[in-house]
């Protein structure tokens, strides 16, 4: 069993700054994949973006390229997540995934991720 726990959310203005900590209790570099996913009320769970733990390829949903940028520190066993010029679209719970069943032959497809972190909250508002 592997827990993630997200940290880092909160309030902020539009145009403002976030960085989104996730630690895993298992060796991140031991999973196929790790990323960032987040669900808005009303909207389903949709993936922000992931990054493959061989070779280290990254993905980036199209409403985020160029404002958020995903990390991790392997040594610590840590995921990040640093959101620039935050939008109030952006308001949603984040939450922390990892696949380490299985390689994800769709980096996006939620149902690869076999372990999720609690969320963390994140709201942009003037």
């Known amino acids: 069993q592997v827990e993630l726990v997200e940290s880092g959310g909160g309030s902020v203005q539009p145009g403002g700054s976030l960085r989104l900590s996730c630690s895993a209790s298992?060796?991140?570099?031991?999973?196929?994949?790790m990323g960032w996913f987040r669900q808005a009320p009303g909207k389903e769970r949709e993936a922000v973006t992931v990054?493959?733990?061989?070779?280290?390829?990254?993905y980036y949903a199209d409403s985020v390229k160029g404002r958020f940028t995903i990390s991790r520190d392997d040594a610590d066993n840590m995921l990040f997540l640093q959101m620039n010029s935050l939008k109030p679209e952006d308001t949603a719970m984040y939450y922390c995934?990892?696949?380490?069943?299985?390689?994800?032959?769709?980096?996006?497809?939620?149902?690869?991720?076999?372990?999720w972190g609690q969320g963390t909250q994140v709201t942009v508002s003037s």
């Open positions: 995934a990892a696949a380490y069943s299985q390689l994800p032959q769709i980096w996006h497809s939620k149902e690869y991720y076999d372990y």
């Open positions: 298992k060796h991140t570099d031991r999973s196929y994949c």
């Open positions: 990054v493959y733990t061989l070779g280290g390829a990254t």
